[in-house]
């Protein structure tokens, strides 16, 4: 199953040519896996994520630019869950553009880590099957 939410390019996210600033994007991957979460855990992703104990800082994030993107576009950014391993879970994110061009491609991992020890955890069993059932 994937998870599609819309992002509307704002005039702050671009460049001086009137395109997205490339450090911009990771912003949208970022907002579109917390939306995605939010769906899958049924509340806001990240309080729902500290609730079950666990801090979920990024261990990779990889993008791959593939369309410009301008002020006021509005593009389509699906996730869909990735792997899951002991204490990581992975999304796969694409954009897309009005004309269904893809625009960017990215993945992110992250990884559940003990509030106290900042070490890696397993994965709470509720994440694990939110994001399976996805």
């Given at each position: 199953?994937?998870?599609?939410?819309?992002?509307?390019i704002?005039?702050?996210?671009?460049?001086?040519a009137?395109?997205?600033?490339?450090?911009?994007?990771s912003y949208?991957?970022?907002?579109?896996?917390?939306?995605?979460?939010?769906?899958?855990?049924?509340?806001p992703?990240?309080?729902e994520?500290?609730?079950?104990?666990?801090?979920?800082?990024?261990?990779?994030?990889?993008?791959?630019?593939?369309?410009?993107?301008?002020w006021d576009?509005?593009?389509?950014?699906?996730?869909?869950?990735?792997?899951?391993?002991?204490s990581?879970?992975?999304?796969?994110?694409?954009?897309?553009?009005?004309?269904?061009?893809?625009?960017?491609r990215?993945?992110?991992?992250?990884?559940?880590?003990s509030?106290?020890?900042?070490?890696?955890?397993?994965?709470?069993?509720?994440?694990?099957?939110a994001l399976?059932?996805?």
């Amino acid at each position: 199953m994937s998870f599609v939410t819309k992002r509307r390019i704002l005039f702050g996210d671009c460049d001086p040519a009137g395109i997205v600033y490339t450090p911009r994007i990771s912003y949208f991957v970022i907002e579109a896996v917390h939306d995605f979460l939010a769906h899958a855990l049924g509340g806001p992703a990240i309080r729902e994520i500290f609730a079950m104990g666990i801090l979920p800082p990024a261990r990779a994030l990889s993008i791959e630019f593939l369309a410009p993107m301008a002020w006021d576009e509005v593009i389509d950014i699906e996730v869909r869950s990735g792997d899951l391993t002991t204490s990581s879970f992975s999304f796969f994110v694409e954009a897309r553009n009005a004309a269904r061009d893809v625009t960017f491609r990215a993945t992110l991992t992250q990884v559940a880590v003990s509030p106290e020890s900042k070490r890696p955890i397993p994965l709470p069993q509720a994440l694990r099957d939110a994001l399976s059932a996805t």
